[in-house]
């Protein structure tokens, strides 16, 4: 178990330290690399800007400027926005929730609803629900997030008016149920594309496991077809789920930037969008590298969340 | 050979009536009868052995008995299988309610499957596997079906058995996993213990220890035994009865001194000739000898007796027209082959 | 046995020709797949003669007949908040984004199978420095990196074509590495090389065509892929620039019209999704035909 996880852990640091010198090269490919967010300061000169240039280091070669910048990223000191100054892992901290609360939801409509989908189609294969839902996946994975979205507001907010088309909450009424209320359209856009893939991905793994020798064991100790699904194939299946739901995390984040801002929904997605349109290059690169640090970290958990789950590797 | 265990009565009524088994399978290439036809009892108390290459269909008729054939997709089980059960009734498996089978099931006739590695569930304990049978059948106790997992798992030999419930399989070799495989079987004392191919898996030594197991349980409970297997080794360790099966039918039925003594069917000689023999090491030397040919694919069964194309007695217009019938030889002993009386004779092929 | 051998080369050749067969037999029997072939077909075609036929042109604005709604006027499908003709824009924008779908496939289906062909054939410290840059570049989500460099490029079809195809080269890469590493093991690899043949003979000749199968299917699910990322950077605004129109861009402008002129919105989605679901439904069509193990099932 803990060599399982270690050697995880080693290639989890090595791709972190992948994934930084990309950040770093993408950031010096912005216009006026690093340097750029004072170019815009009023009142700085030519001369102001070498100076600087020289107090940050910038005219040492590029490896000893990339381990500061590492050194940097490691120390939590991420720079600050040119937008207002704040540090740029403070500005990604205060968004953090809103996203989270986004992803967390629409991975539970997945996994309920496209567990349940994907658990039924596998134990009536090919009947016409297996192979109504098969088709109906494959098409919520060919629809862009943002239409989906168009037409959940045009839907349930503009013809039907059940709900808010956006924006997190109201000011002033922050109840629980507001902002549920708030909360189920997002996630349901966002959880369309991971619905659709945990359908499928279920599916499978239940038909690995449907077949197995321990299935037919559990039939013939004269168990109720429901206790020998659940306890025997379901439990069995869930298995591999955790992996498919660690590898599904840069998919959420993708997603939940196209869905806050179709639902103006204060979270990263909407920073980074901003961002992106105020040139706010520390925060846009901040963002780009802790996102990747999030899919990482996503992968990991499922990792120690698998070896707790089996206990052929807990019991190695 | 092994001496008659006092417990099998040929006298008392059957436990089990399989009467003309038929299990077809729809596959792309159209039906295909894995079991064609077949018919026999399994007394109170006795070890019936069923015999026969893979493909033979004997496995087959053990998941028809426990009704685990999956019937969707066109395949068909006809016949009848009437089991006498605990509370006197006779019933037809083939035909009872999902209930019944269920009930059925685990409490009367159980099954030990032949790969113990993958048979038990992997992330499940195996005291947790043991007792889940108990639980659900007799409505006692996760509690108290664990204490009666420990004792089970004790009777089947398995050391330190407070400890192994809470191990995983793959914490076990695979002899214990077997004995575990066994404790689950008999979780809810079965009369009939259907064993496919029990020792299979193993290496020699662990087969027969679990096999000495198999007869020391049946000598306790008095169950009977359908024993699967193609190793005519282990039919003369442990069976009473010896069924004979070849391309879904059977073809000889003897008790086993009879069968081992003074085989008829050309085919149960031709496996006797290809077992290595205890008497074969001292002196006379007789080389072993495969049986030519192939078993026959399914989807093109040869006409007539099916074992023609490799039997070395075959006769033109004799053995490839007809299929010929299970005749007795003597009471206690059926042959289905035209020749038989040859063969018995011994005119040579 | 003389008979045998006599007609062994030739019973190897029908072997291989019901293969094929048998292949195509299940392609074309797949109903999704075929659905989708025709569909694309169906969609170039339109995308590309369906302009001229179409008495409207892309860019001629019509203040008096702004928000027409679809089949009422000679508007087929409406007009937008210009009144320009939605089905002249609708069959312009696909030809923009049909044409980035593919072109970006093409640039990430090299890239891929270069890198992937060189960490499969290497494999040590050369193959697993590509792959694990590959796993780090499969960190970033697709969309952030996607903006990101589309916020240093000034946007143009070319560059837009160029980032998507960066975003989307790594499947390629690792269903590349795999095959190769694979077949790397086999006899005639090993044989060739015995020979000493050079290493890029051996490559791009004796492995790669192997490879052929599982690069197809990954090409068809990349135009798909590329199709939708287009959509994205263009409605998210970084992508192709009105006036010029993609699907994409089309439905950016639409949204604030979404109560009063919803088609407006509707119909570029639908066009998306369609030819999405198209691409989709043939990759995973051609990934059951070729697939050998699909005989048993």
């Known amino acids: 178990m803990s060599s399982f996880l270690t050697r995880r852990l080693i290639q989890s640091l090595i791709l972190l330290w992948i994934v930084s010198m990309i950040g770093f090269a993408l950031l010096h ?8 967010q004072f170019a815009n300061t009023p009142g700085m000169s030519d001369e102001d800007l070498t100076r600087l240039a020289e107090q940050m280091g910038l005219n040492r070669p590029l490896p000893v400027q990339y381990l500061e910048w590492f050194g940097r990223l490691l120390t939590g000191d991420w720079g600050r926005s040119y937008r207002d100054q704040s540090p740029v892992l403070y500005v990604i901290g205060s968004r953090l929730g809103a996203t989270l609360q986004l992803m967390i939801t629409a991975t539970l409509i997945a996994v309920i609803v496209g567990g349940f989908v994907g658990v039924v189609g596998a134990v009536r294969r090919y009947s016409f629900f297996d192979q109504f839902v098969t088709i109906g996946a494959m098409v919520a994975l060919s629809i862009p997030t943002f239409w989906f979205g168009l037409v959940v507001i045009y839907v349930f907010s503009v013809k039907l008016g059940w709900l808010p088309p956006g924006n997190i909450s109201p000011v002033g009424n922050e109840s629980f149920i507001v902002f549920v209320h708030h909360l189920i359209g997002p996630s349901m856009v966002l959880g369309l594309v991971t619905t659709a893939i945990w359908s499928r991905f279920m599916r499978s793994s239940m038909l690995d496991v449907i077949n197995q020798d321990y299935v037919r064991t559990a039939r013939a100790k004269g168990l109720s077809e429901r206790i020998v699904l659940v306890r025997h194939v379901l439990r069995n299946a869930l298995l591999p789920m955790i ?3 660690g590898l599904e995390v840069p998919t959420l984040l993708s997603g939940a930037l196209v869905t806050e801002t179709v639902f103006t929904w204060p979270g990263m997605g909407r920073l980074f969008l901003d961002s992106i349109g105020y040139r706010d290059y520390p925060v846009v690169m901040g963002l780009l590298t802790f996102t990747a640090i999030l899919v990482i970290i996503g992968n990991l958990l499922a990792d120690i969340l698998y070896v707790v789950a089996d206990p052929r590797i807990r019991l190695q | 050979m092994t001496p008659q265990p006092t417990t099998a009565s040929a006298d008392g009524p059957p436990l089990l009536e399989v009467r003309d088994l038929t299990v077809e399978f729809r596959g792309q290439t159209g039906k295909v009868a894995a079991v064609n036809g077949v018919s026999f009892d399994v007394r109170p108390g006795e070890t019936l052995a069923l015999v026969g290459e893979s493909g033979s269909g004997k496995s087959v008729t053990s998941l028809a008995i426990m009704r685990l054939i999956q019937r969707a997709g066109g395949n068909r089980v006809g016949g009848s299988i009437r089991l006498r059960r605990r509370s006197g009734d006779t019933v037809d498996l083939l035909a009872v309610s999902e209930d019944e089978i269920r009930e059925i099931r685990g409490t009367e006739i159980a099954m030990v499957f032949q790969e113990p590695m993958t048979s038990l569930n992997p992330v499940h304990t195996i005291g947790a596997q043991v007792a889940e049978g108990i639980v659900f059948h007799r409505r006692v106790s996760r509690k108290a079906a664990l204490a009666e997992a420990v004792e089970l798992l004790d009777l089947v030999g398995i050391p ?4 192994r419930i809470r191990n995983f399989p793959h914490q076990l070799s695979g002899g214990m996993r077997q004995r575990a495989m066994i404790a689950v079987a008999l979780a809810c004392k079965p009369n009939l213990l259907i064993a496919d191919e029990p020792t299979t898996a193993l290496d020699v030594t662990i087969q027969a220890q679990i096999l000495e197991l198999l007869q020391g349980l049946q000598r306790q409970t008095g169950m009977s035994i359908v024993f699967i297997t193609h190793n005519l080794g282990v039919v003369a360790e442990v069976a009473d009865r010896v069924l004979v099966m070849y391309a879904g039918r059977i073809v000889e039925e003897a008790g086993v001194v009879p069968l081992f003594g003074r085989p008829l069917m050309p085919y149960t000689q031709g496996l ?14 007789e080389e072993l000898e495969a049986i030519p040919g192939n078993v026959p694919d399914p989807t093109a069964m040869p006409a007539g007796c099916a074992f023609h194309p490799r039997c070395a007695h075959f006769r033109p217009s004799l053995c490839d027209t007809a299929v010929p019938g299970l005749e007795p030889a003597d009471p206690e002993h059926s042959v289905r082959c035209a020749r038989w009386r040859d063969v018995a004779a011994g005119v040579p092929a | 046995m003389t008979a045998d051998t006599a007609i062994a080369p030739h019973g190897g050749q029908t072997l291989r020709r019901s293969t094929r067969y048998r292949t195509l037999r299940r392609f074309t029997r797949h109903r999704l797949a075929m659905f989708g072939l025709v569909v694309i077909v169906l969609l170039v075609m339109a995308c590309a003669i369906g302009p001229s036929l179409v008495p409207f042109d892309q860019f001629q604005l019509n203040m008096r007949a702004r928000f027409r709604e679809p089949f009422a006027t000679v508007h087929i499908l409406g007009t937008d908040e210009l009144g320009r003709d939605l089905l002249a824009r609708l069959l312009m924008a696909g030809r923009i984004s049909l044409t980035i779908g593919f072109a970006a496939m093409v640039i990430a289906v090299t890239v891929g199978t270069i890198v992937g062909t060189i960490a499969g054939f290497y ?3 050369i193959g697993s ?15 952030f990196l996607l903006l990101t460099l589309a916020a240093l490029v000034s946007p143009s079809i070319l560059t837009i074509t160029l980032i998507i195809a960066l975003t989307a080269w790594m499947e390629v890469a690792r269903v590349v590495q795999g095959q190769i590493r694979a077949l790397r093991e086999r006899d005639f690899a090993v044989a060739a090389e015995a020979m000493g043949a050079p290493d890029r003979w051996i490559m791009f000749k004796e492995l790669l065509p192997n490879a052929v199968a599982p690069i197809v299917v990954a090409a068809t699910l990349i135009i798909a892929r590329g199709i939708l990322l287009e959509s994205y950077v263009s409605y998210l605004g970084y992508g192709i620039q009105p ?16 109560t009063t002129a919803p088609w407006l919105a509707l119909l570029p989605g639908l066009m998306i999704t369609l030819a999405v679901a198209s691409f989709n439904f043939l990759g995973d069509g051609l990934r059951d035909a070729l697939d050998p193990r699909s005989d048993l099932t």
């Open chain 3, 243 to 258: 006036p010029v129109a993609s699907w994409g861009n089309m439905l950016e402008k639409a949204q604030q019209y979404l």
């Open chain 1, 243 to 245: 992996t498919i739901a």
């Open chain 1, 29 to 36: 490919l912005t216009p006026g690399g690093p340097l750029s």
């Open chain 2, 160 to 163: 330190e058995p407070q400890r």
């Open chain 3, 129 to 143: 420095a590509l792959m694990r840059f590959v796993d780090a570049v499969l960190c970033f989500p697709t969309i």
């Open chain 3, 123 to 125: 494999g040590g410290a």
């Open chain 2, 272 to 285: 006797l000739r290809s077992v290595p023999r205890l008497d074969m090491m001292s002196g006379a030397h």
